[in-house]
Structures are given as C-alpha cells and as structure tokens.
C-alpha cells in the first residue's frame, strides 16, 4: 500500500536533508469536505522497528471509521512512506493520524507540508509513541503538546485514568474512573495549563518509575494548533488497547473532531485564554473606600457583586485588650458594592461590630464582627440583604458574652445605600467571646428559598495540644471555652453548625422539614434539640454554597492545629471540604476524615486520655451538654488534607482504630497538600448555554466543584468531578489545579477568601491581602473572565453529511 500510494498520488519522494519550500503556496483544503468523502491518513513511519501495535491500530482505526451514522463514518489510507507529507495532494485528508513515531521520520519539506496542511485547518491525531516523533522539531513538539521523559514504565500496568472532561466527543461516554492497562508515558514536562486535558492517570494506581510527573499527570489532550486541530493520547501503547470498546470510543471522539465531524472545546482548560483582573484600587489613606476586611462576596442577578469587610481596622488600629474599656473590640462591619455597569465601588453600609483587630494569643484574637451576607432570592423586587454580625451593642464586658445574628436590611437600588434602621432579626444565639475562635460565617440559599446559616465552634483551639477540641477546662464565668462538645458536638447548640431556615416576608421563619431535629426529640425529656439544625459537628465553616440544579450544600472547614498525627490522641490538623445531600453529623470534635476517631478526655484530669470515641455510636459525656447525649454518628466526609498531604489514612485494628503512626500513613488525595492551611469552600459552576456574556466560563466546567485554600502555593486551589452518587465520604473522581487561572503569587491572588460565579458566568475572587484582623493594599476584589473563544471547528467548517444523511 505504501509504495502504491508514494508512486501513484505523490510522485518523486523528496530529497532527505531537503530545506522546506516557504514560498511553495499554502495548502488548501476542501471547505468543507464531507460526507463519503470524508478521509483519515494514518501514518506509521519510523526509523527503527516497527511498533508491534501498528496492525492493531490501523484495523481499530479502519473499523471505527465504519461505525456510526453514515454522516460519522470515514475511510482510511494507511502508509509508512513520509513522502505523503511532501505534497499539496496531503489537503484530501480530513484528518492525519500519527500511530507511532520513532525518531526523525520527515525531512524537512516533509513537515513543512504537515505544518502547511495544520495552518489550512487540517486535523492531527497522535497515538502513543507519536510523541518520540521529530525530537528536533519544536514545531512539532507544539503539535503533541509534551515529549517523553527519559524514564518511562516498559511493561504495561493497571491504572486508572481520570476522564475530566465530561463533554469532549473523546471522552463524553468514557467512565469517570477509567481502570485499564497500558504502558503509561512519563513526560519531561508536563503540558497542563498549556493544553487541554481531558484525562489524567491517576500515579498511585501503578508504579511511574522515576520520572514521575506527580499527581497531575496528564495522558490525553487536545488544542488548537496553527489553524488546526490536534489531539494527543499516551495511550494504545499495547496491541490489546485497540480491541478495548472504551478506548476505540477515545479514538473515535478524537477524530469525529479532528476530521471536522464534531465541534469540540478545546481551549477551556488552557491558561493563558483566562484574564484575571483586579477591579478594586487600594483604600484612600484612613478610609475603606473600596473595601473592609475581606470576608465574603455575593452577585446580583444584574450582575452587582457585594462584599463584606468583618471589621478589622487598617494596620494603624490598635489592638483592644481592656476588657474595662466600653469600645473594646468596636469595629465597623463594612458591606460595599461593585457595579460592572459603572465600574463604580459604593460603601453601602457600615454595622457597629464586636470585630476590631486581633492577633497573638488566643484571648486576645478576635474573629466576631460582619461573617456573612446573601441577598434574597427576590431581591430585584425587595431589596433585602441579609447579614450574619455581631453586634458590638450587645457585648457582655462582664461575662464575655455577645449575641451573633442574622438580619435583614432593605437596600436602596437607586443609591447602592443600606438603610440601617429596616433591621429584621430573624435568628440570635449566644457566643463567647472571652477566647478566640471560629466565628463561621457562610450562607446560601437552595431553590426551595430556605436559608442555610454556618456557624463556627466558638472554641478555642488553644487547650488540647491541636487535637479534638474536648478540653472541658478552663472555663470563664461558666462557660468551658476550650470544649467543642459544648457548641459543635451540642445538639442543643446553634454553634458548630450549618443551619436551615425558611425566612418568611414579616422577618419571622419557618423550619422546613428534613432538618437534622425537629426541636421537639421527647427521648431525654424534650428541650434538648433545635430544630434550626441541618449539619452539626463541623468546626468552622466560613464558606458554604449550594447547587442549585440538585439543591446539594457543598461546605468547608477549617481543622485544629496538629502538626502530625498522634498515637495518644488521633489524626494531626485536618481541612475539610464535603458533599452534603442530606441533614447529619460530620463528626467533629469526635472524628474527623474519613471518620478517624480522637480520643476522649474528661474530668477530673482531663490531660488523661480516655478510650477511643466510636464515630458509629457516639455519646456527647461533655459536662458542658446541655443537648442529648446520645447524638447522630458522625459520617465521613469527602475531601482532608494536613500537613503531610492529602486524604491521609491508616491501617485500623480490630476496633476500627487508626494506627496514627506517620511512617503507616496514606495518602489517598495526593493533589492535596496543607501547612499553614485554612479551607475555602467555592461554588460549583453551572454553564448557562443560553444567557451569560461572552466572559463566561466553558461548558467544560459545568458541575464541577472548586474548593481552595486561602493560602496560595501548594495548598488546594482545585475543580473537582465528584462520583454520580450521593455516598457520604465519597472521595473525588478527579481534580485539576486552578493556580494558572486564578493566579497565585505576590502579584496574584495570594490570600482566597471567597470566591463566587456571577450570573453572567465570569468569576469574582476576594483576596484577603497580606495581614491578618486587617486590610492592606494587597485586600481586593477580582474578576476572572474567559477568553478563548468557541469551540472549533466554526460552525460553517463542519464536514458536510452525505445526501440524505442528517447532522
């Protein structure tokens, strides 16, 4: 076949060593080819033996080429000859398939034909080894996106890909959790953020060898490339790939877009097509201007963005500590908002708060003042904002006490101003405020209109060496500040919580049914419940989000202080993120992670560890509970990282017990790594084909859920595909950094502390600035907005079906 066809179509073969032609006129291709006539070139050249995978791939090739509706099938010419690339006759191909590589197979006038062919509009498909092909040729290093390393595994193994791509005709009808054999190529270096990737093989599922590339391990990718499309895969690199039904699936997505078959977006997961820009200036001296502490960010379906400062001053104010002072902890709560109409920032409002700077020792830290805001679901019309603060006015200077909130105000649509005296208190609770921390913060609302408030342990992290919070000592004036067992492990308690509402037009609410309790548990005598409560056992979860289109709560937390994990006590710090489909008990002071138990501690001697807590049948023995003592039992949750890295594990005794030995320890998210750490729970992004602007976000992040970190460099700034399943404490199927497109570094966005899609699918970033309890030049408001442009090919450039077939 191949000397027929360098004889027959092509003529005289080039010279080896030839220069490429530039002035030889570009290449033309059929606009658009179609239908019958729809034709694939499959090239299997090198300069050594050939692959052994060759006949298998040509005849998956040529068979997948048969399937589908007539308007999807193709034929194929296969040849080892380079001298197809020599000539203009290469432009009757839809598309040309690398099956392997090997060496320097082209001459230059031979890629100088390809490289013409790609800029007509061509379409380039590489398999496996095609990537060792032309290791001269940065053109063509381009063209496949990454070389492979010097070190790669020889022998095939079992691994699984992870398919993130959930809507390219490659990987659309693939399992999210792909488990299969293959020899798996390590890369010099790694084409994320330059390419699209649309799988990745998952490094502790086999063994890498040296030349490991971590856990983003890119193993098929697409892009846009000098005016054509190209698509790489490292896989087939078996003959038993090519008989597998999923990766002839693979292949066949690849080409219907190569050939022009099918559009594809190809660019959403490359970098560079994402502008992120900073849309607040720094505050004018002595002012906030532009903007408070930053603690919270929420759209208008117009598109206002609104954001919250807690209350801490600028560096000049001071830090308040006598408690004989009526001013101690007075800050200014502060609601601003930006107008993508205008360009335009207006401080809507100022809340007196208990929330003024902190820092240092746990008591003197503060974390109160303004945590959260939402506006209702019919604000166009109503103008209500709601805000959950702590207002200085009701600050106990003698117990230590303070009342947190949530309120509705009425905003004046036409000035941007919040008219402070329409005040509705729909819900307060006490909180200690003698020791810092965990204020919470977070709110949502889901479709039904109910209101989801998250509230913090209000504990100290101080007194248990950085593990459970259980110390029932020392107390203030009653209150044991340091016991978790006390707010979040409390059933009788709004704190440590993540509560749901339904607020009601006359600033009353409702309690809709499915919550945790109803208020009215007659099993200990009543009295001993809220029915307020959907989630208890959570820390402090200052980002919460919900998922409209499956009312799913996606929250956040951040863990104790723990550097390493403790064979006396349990699990070191973990940060936590879980998918919540239903009310329940995320174990916190007892278990954390995928349920590891903490040890118990009590009176007398609470520096005597007890027995392992049972995360299955847990009893809340606190003498600080006022709430039931038998509680729910805590459920997994999905995504914990520490210091060590992420989703750490440990083998369990016959109890369940973990061994907490650091050198038994397993990390089970390896995308994961914590530190200095403090989770920031983020959105799932909903595609909206129909509205939106042109900065939209692609289809391609549409369910995919963002969880970060308020700390930039290896902490989480990740998009992660959760498993179809509503299973507690199910682990992601996959993630992909986001550092490349909402930026990290001095000059980026250092410190995340909330992050939210506007309506019109671009995306507002709050970074917190470079202090702490403050705001600094460095305190902003972003917007990361897309770039790149529709999927290709244009729609007009689609192979055309053949008579009678329909598209």
Known sequence: MAGALAAG???????????????TPKLQLPSPPGGEDVKVLVFHGATGEESPTVDAGIEAIEKIGQQGPARERFTITATDDPAVFAKPRLGKFNAVVFLTGDGDVLTPEQEAGLESYMEAGGGFLGVHGAANAEPYSDWFTG??????AATSPEKAQRATVEVGDRNNPATKGLPVEWKRPDKWLNWKKSPSGSVHTVARVRENTYKPGEGANGWDHPVSWCRDYDGGRSFYTAMGGTEASYAETDFRSHLRGALMWTTRLERADCQAAISSNYKAERITQPNQPGQSDQIGEPHGVVTAKDGRAFYIGRGGGDAKAPVVTDWNDPDIGKGKGQVHVYDPATKKVTLAGELTVFGNKGGGDELVKNEEGLLGIELDPDFASNGWVYLHYTPHSEINRDTHMAERRVSRFTLDQKTNKLDLKSEKVLLKWPVQIHSCCHAGGGMAWDSKENLYIATGDNNSSRFSDGYSGNNPEPNFKG???????????????????ILRIHPEDDGTYTLPDGNLFTGKEEDEGGGKTRGEIYVMGVRNPARISIDKK????????VGPDAGEPSTTWGPAKYDTFAKITKAGNQGWPYCMGNNQPYRDRNLPDPSK???WYDCDNLKNESPNNDGLVKIPPARPNNIWYSPQGGGPDFPRNADGVPSYKLGEQKLRLPWLKGGGQAAMNGPVYRYDAAGGSKDKWPEYWDGKWFVGDLYDGEQPRHAVVMPDTDTPGALPAHAESLDGIVPVGEGGIRNLMDWKFAPDGSLYVLDYGRGFFTSDDKSALWRVTYKGGPPTPAEGDLAEPPEGASR
């Not at 179509?9 to 002035?23: I, K, S, T």
């Open 143 to 148: 063209l496949v996106g990454a070389r492979p």
């Open 9 to 23: 179509l092509l003529g005289a073969p080039a010279l080896a060593g030839q220069a490429p032609d530039r002035a």
């Open 609 to 611: 560890p007890l027995g």
């Open 479 to 497: 209150v044991s500040f340091a016991d978790a067992r006390r707010t979040a492990g409390n059933t009788n308690n709004l704190n440590g919580k």
């Open 550 to 557: 499956t009312d799913t709560l996606y929250a956040g937390w």
